[in-house]
T-cell receptor
Framework: GNSVTQMEGPVTLSEEAFLTINCTYT??????LFWYVQYPGEGLQLLLK?????DKGSNKGFEATYRKETTSFHLEKGSVQVSDSAVYFC??????????FGKGTTLSVSS | DVKVTQSSRYLVKRTGEKVFLECVQD?????MFWYRQDPGLGLRLIYF???????EKGDIPEGYSVSREKKERFSLILESASTNQTSMYLC?????????????FGPGTRLLVL
């Protein structure tokens, strides 16, 4: 079946550091891929998405590229801020199936 | 903007009580979902609904039921709350069911069962 694996956290960085959160997936078809973010005390919100191979999703300085050859969708940001501290979830979706989430990666950024 | 609201942010209930969690979306979305979120386990799908009065079991439906009498409202019911149902409950909605659809989430209800 379909699944998502993302790196375990927590990830602890200093402000302005480079961020990578790894995400790999297993899918039988051609899924869309998503990154959701959950700020403290809130629900999840969509950060970015990509719907086909080689697409790059981007938002708020974050980027992720849909790599079919490596079945990956790694999240990157060149310079993190304290306000980026949150839990990040990678997810995949195929038509007619449920959205499948990874277990989440906690990011903590200190000034 | 899509808005998904949940009736309570925090709830404290006793073991054996019947608990209702309400979710309302304001964008005429077809699909609605209930998840629970637990540390180390991520989000797990409890139930979802693709239409009024329709419901489908997710990965962990045991101990839960749902109701969707109106398109905008999706209720999660704990028939007899137990301590292992202490969790964060998240409601979501989406317009359709293609691989392109974004799910929009409510703020969550943190339920404590004593």
């Amino acid at each position: 079946g379909n699944s998502v694996t993302q790196m375990e956290g927590p990830v602890t960085l200093s402000e302005e550091a480079f961020l990578t959160i790894n995400c790999t997936y297993t899918a039988t078809g051609y899924p869309s891929l998503f990154w959701y973010v959950q700020y403290p005390g809130e629900g999840l919100q969509l950060l970015l998405k990509a719907t086909k191979a080689d697409d790059k999703g981007s938002n708020k300085g974050f980027e992720a590229t849909y790599r079919k050859e490596t079945t990956s969708f790694h999240l990157e940001k060149g310079s993190v801020q304290v306000s980026d501290s949150a839990v990040y979830f990678c997810a995949l979706k195929e038509a007619g199936t449920a959205l499948i989430f990874g277990k989440g990666t906690t990011l903590s950024v200190s000034s | 903007d899509v808005k998904v609201t949940q009736s309570s942010r925090y709830l404290v209930k006793r073991t054996g009580e019947k608990v209702f969690l309400e979710c309302v979306q304001d964008m005429d979305h077809e699909n609605m979902f209930w998840y629970r979120q637990d540390p180390g386990l991520g989000l797990r799908l409890i139930y979802f609904s693709y239409d009024v009065k329709m419901k489908e079991k997710g990965d962990i439906p045991e101990g839960y039921s749902v109701s969707r009498e109106k398109k905008e409202r999706f209720s999660l019911i704990l028939e007899s709350a137990s301590t292992n149902q202490t969790s964060m409950y998240l409601c979501a909605s989406s317009l359709g069911d293609s691989g392109l659809e974004t799910q929009y989430f409510g703020p969550g209800t943190r339920l404590l069962v004593l």
